[in-house]
C-alpha cells in the first residue's frame, strides 16, 4: 500500500494555483507586474488550480474503485 | 549582469516546492522494507509514472539550460536531438530490449551484462557507470550553483550544499520509489513552470511565423540561408549550410543511431525506472509513454533559447577583465547558456519567476536524484555484492544503499567543486565517458540479438571500441580548435566542419569497431549452450505475454502513434 503520487502532486498545484490567483489579483495593475501585457500571475494561478484540482479527482477517483488508501495510480494506466 | 532580485512569493514557492519533495521522501519511508523496495521500489509502478520518471530523471540541467542554449545557436535544427536523437531508440528499447531487461530479473543493466556474457564485461560497464553517474551530477550541481549566484547573486556553496542536501533527504528515506514519485511531480512543474514563458514569448513576437521574420537577420549575418533557423532538414544536405555544422548521414547514423541508441537502450539511469514498473507490459510500455511529451519537449525548451535570440536577449560572453569577447572574424561570442534564464527573467513578474526558477531547480534535482539513485544500485549490487560482501543478509544490502546514497551525493558535490576549479578536468573526464559509452549499444544489441555472441567477444569487442573512439578523436580536430581536449593529440589527420560532427563520427567510428570485433573474437571463442541464454536471447526466449487489457495499451500500438507522431512533426519543420 503505497501514497497514490496524483495526491501530492494536486495538494501542491492547487496550492500554488491560489496563491498566484490571489497574489494576481492582488497585485492587479501595479507596475512590473505584467512586463508582457498579460496579468500572467493571476490566469497562470487559474491555470495551476485547473490542474491541481484535476490531479486530486483523479486520485481521489482511483482511492474510490480499490478502496482507500489507493496504490500508486490505477493498474491498467 | 546585475542580479535580479526576488519577492516574498519567489521565496514562498521554493519553499513550498522543498517541502512537497521531502514530504514524499517522508511518507515513503514506512514502505522501504527490504532492499527491493529500495532499489527497485518494489517493482510496483504503474507506466504512466514510471514513463514519467523515465522522461524526467533525463531532464537534468543539460536539457532545459542546455537545449535553450543549442536552440538560440542552432535554432530548431536542435530538435533532431530529439525527433532523431531519442525517439527512435525508445521505441526501440520498448519493443525489442525491455523483454530482456524486465524478463531476465536482472536488477541493473551491468547485471544483465553478467548474466548474458562474463563478470568482467559486467565489472567494465559497472565501474565505468557508477563513475559517471556520480561525475554527471556533480557537473548538474557546479551548474546549478554558477547559475543561480550568476542569476540571483546566490552564493555558490550555499546553493549546491542546499539542493545536494534536499536531493540526499528524499533519496535516502524513500529510495527509488521516492526519487521516481518526485520525477513525476518534477516534470509536471518542468511543464507549467516553462509553457507560460513560450506562451509569452512567442505572444510578444507574432507566434511562429513572426519568431522566423526576427531571426532572418541572424541567419544572414552569420552567413545561412534566411530560414536555416527555423527549419530543421532543409539545409541538411551540407554541413556548412546550416548552424549545427553537420550532415544528414553524420546526423542519421552517429546521433540517430549510435549516441541515441547507446544512450537510450543501455543507460541504466533511464532503465530502471522502466524495471520499477508493475508489469512486463507496463515496463514496454514506460518508454513509449514517456516519447509522447518527449517529442513535444522542443517547444518548451529549444524555442525559449530561440526567443531569447530573436529579441536580442542573449548576452555577451565575458572574457577575464570582465569585457566582451570576439572570435576570429570580430563577432561577439554569445553566452547562450544564458538565453533561457535571462528569457525568464524578462518575461516573468514577481510569483511566475519563483515558480520559472523552482522548475529550473526542479530539473537540476531531478536529473542528480536519477544519477544518484542509479549509482546506489550499481554501487551496492554490481560492485558491492558482487566483488567486496557476497553473502550478506538483505537488511546489509539495504544499510549500504543508504549509505552508498550519503556517499554518491557526497561525492558528487566534491565533483562540482572539481569541476568549479579545474573546467579541463571535466571536458577531459566528459571526452572518456564519451568513448566508453560509444560503443556500447553494440554490445548489448549482438549480445540480445545473436546467441553466437560470448563474454570474450563482447569485453574484447568493448575495449577495442573505446580505443577506437580516442584514437580517431585524436587524429581529427574541428574547424578553428586548437591541439588538446578537442582532439589532434596524435596529430591532426582530418578536420571536421563543428564539433558535433567530430563527436558523431567518433562514435560511428567506435561502435562498427566494437560491433566487428566482437563478431570476430566471438567466432573465434567457445560458445555458451543455448539453455543457459533462455531469456537473454531473442530467437531463444518466449515472446512476451502481452497482459494489456484495451488496444491502445498494446506496445505495437502505441509505437506506430509514437512514430507516425514524430514523422509529422519532422515534416511540419521540415
New interface residues.
Given amino acids: 500500500?503505497?501514497?497514490d503520487?496524483r495526491l501530492?502532486?494536486g495538494?501542491?498545484?492547487s496550492?500554488?494555483g491560489v496563491?498566484?490567483a490571489a497574489?494576481?489579483a492582488a497585485?492587479w495593475g501595479r507596475p512590473?507586474?505584467?512586463?508582457?501585457g498579460?496579468p500572467?500571475?493571476f490566469v497562470?494561478g487559474l491555470?495551476?488550480l485547473a490542474?491541481g484540482a484535476l490531479m486530486l479527482f483523479l486520485a481521489r477517483r482511483a482511492a474510490g474503485h480499490h478502496g482507500p488508501p489507493g496504490?500508486?495510480?490505477?493498474?491498467?494506466? | 549582469m546585475p542580479a535580479t532580485t526576488l519577492h516574498w512569493?519567489d521565496y514562498?514557492?521554493m519553499v513550498?516546492?522543498f517541502a512537497?519533495v521531502v514530504?514524499?521522501g517522508v511518507?515513503?519511508k514506512r514502505?522501504v522494507r527490504t532492499s527491493n523496495d529500495f532499489f527497485l521500489s518494489g517493482r510496483?509502478?504503474?507506466?504512466?509514472?514510471s514513463g514519467l520518471a523515465f522522461l524526467s530523471a533525463n531532464l537534468g540541467a543539460q536539457e532545459v539550460i542546455g537545449m535553450g542554449a543549442s536552440g538560440a545557436k542552432y535554432g530548431i535544427a536542435t530538435s533532431h536531438f530529439y525527433w532523431v536523437g531519442a525517439i527512435p531508440a525508445m521505441v526501440f528499447i520498448a519493443l525489442f530490449m525491455m523483454p530482456f531487461y524486465y524478463g531476465s530479473r536482472a536488477r541493473s543493466v551491468p547485471e544483465y551484462l553478467k548474466l548474458r556474457f562474463d563478470e568482467k564485461t559486467r565489472a567494465v560497464n559497472a565501474i565505468s557507470f557508477a563513475t559517471m553517474t556520480v561525475f554527471s551530477s556533480g557537473i548538474s550541481l557546479y551548474a546549478m550553483g554558477k547559475l543561480l549566484h550568476l542569476l540571483l547573486g546566490w552564493s555558490f556553496d550555499v546553493s549546491i550544499l542546499v539542493a545536494g542536501g534536499i536531493v540526499l533527504a528524499y533519496t535516502f528515506l524513500g529510495g527509488l520509489?521516492s526519487a521516481i514519485?518526485n520525477e513525476?511531480?518534477q516534470f509536471?512543474l518542468i511543464v507549467?513552470g516553462f509553457a507560460?514563458l513560450v506562451w509569452?514569448g512567442l505572444?510578444?513576437v507574432g507566434g511562429w511565423a513572426g519568431l522566423v521574420a526576427r531571426l532572418a537577420p541572424v541567419s544572414t549575418a552569420n552567413g545561412f540561408a534566411p530560414d536555416a533557423y527555423t527549419r530543421s532538414w532543409a539545409y541538411m544536405g551540407q554541413a556548412s549550410h546550416n548552424p549545427v555544422g553537420v550532415e544528414w548521414f553524420g546526423l542519421v547514423m552517429g546521433l540517430g543511431f549510435v549516441l541515441s541508441f547507446g544512450y537510450w537502450c543501455t543507460d541504466f539511469l533511464v532503465v530502471q525506472r522502466a524495471m520499477a514498473a508493475?508489469s512486463m507490459s507496463a515496463a514496454r510500455r514506460t518508454p513509449l509513454i514517456a516519447a509522447i511529451p518527449k517529442m513535444l519537449f522542443p517547444f518548451l525548451v529549444i524555442l525559449p533559447g530561440m526567443l531569447a535570440l530573436g529579441q536580442g536577449l542573449v548576452p555577451a560572453k565575458l572574457g577575464l577583465g570582465g569585457l566582451p569577447l570576439h572570435d576570429l572574424h570580430g563577432h561577439l561570442v554569445l553566452d547562450y547558456d544564458l538565453a533561457t534564464p535571462m528569457l525568464l527573467v524578462?518575461?516573468?513578474?514577481?510569483?511566475?519567476l519563483g515558480?520559472g526558477l523552482t522548475a529550473l531547480l526542479a530539473s537540476f534535482m531531478s536529473g542528480m536524484a536519477g544519477n544518484v539513485t542509479a549509482f546506489n544500485t550499481v554501487w551496492t549490487y554490481d560492485i558491492y555484492q558482487s566483488y567486496v560482501r557476497p553473502g550478506a543478509p538483505d537488511g546489509h544490502y539495504l544499510a549500504m544503499g543508504r549509505f552508498a546514497t550519503v556517499f554518491g551525493v557526497a561525492l558528487s558535490v566534491l565533483a562540482a567543486y572539481v569541476a568549479a576549479s579545474f573546467n579541463n578536468i571535466m571536458d577531459f573526464l566528459q571526452l572518456v565517458f564519451a568513448f566508453v559509452n560509444a560503443p556500447l549499444f553494440a554490445t548489448f544489441a549482438l549480445g540480445m540479438f545473436w546467441k553466437r555472441a560470448t563474454g570474450h567477444g563482447a569485453f574484447v569487442g568493448l575495449v577495442a571500441g573505446t580505443v577506437a573512439a580516442a584514437v580517431h578523436h585524436g587524429l581529427t580536430l574541428p574547424a578553428g580548435a586548437v591541439v588538446g581536449v578537442k582532439g589532434g593529440y596524435f596529430g591532426v589527420v582530418a578536420t571536421f566542419p563543428s564539433e558535433l560532427a567530430q563527436t558523431f563520427w567518433t562514435a560511428i567510428v567506435a561502435w562498427t569497431t566494437c560491433f566487428v570485433v566482437t563478431i570476430l573474437v566471438s567466432l573465434a571463442t567457445a560458445p555458451r549452450p543455448a539453455e543457459e541464454l533462455r531469456g537473454l536471447v531473442y530467437g531463444i526466449t518466449e515472446r512476451p505475454e502481452d497482459d494489456s487489457?484495451?488496444w491502445y495499451?498494446r506496445p505495437a500500438v502505441l509505437a506506430v502513434i509514437v512514430l507516425a507522431l514524430t514523422l509529422t512533426l519532422n515534416v511540419i519543420f521540415f
Wanted: no cysteine.
Fill in positions: 500500500m503505497r501514497l503520487v501530492p502532486i495538494a501542491l498545484f496550492v500554488l496563491l498566484f497574489y494576481g497585485t512590473g507586474t505584467t512586463p508582457t498579460v500572467i500571475d497562470w491555470v495551476l490542474f496504490g500508486g495510480g490505477p493498474p491498467s494506466a | 512569493i514562498v514557492v513550498l516546492y512537497f514530504g514524499i511518507a515513503l514502505s510496483a509502478m504503474p507506466a504512466w509514472v520509489a514519485y513525476v511531480l509536471f507549467l507560460p509569452l505572444r510578444e508493475n524578462h518575461f516573468f513578474p514577481a510569483g511566475l515558480l487489457t484495451r495499451q
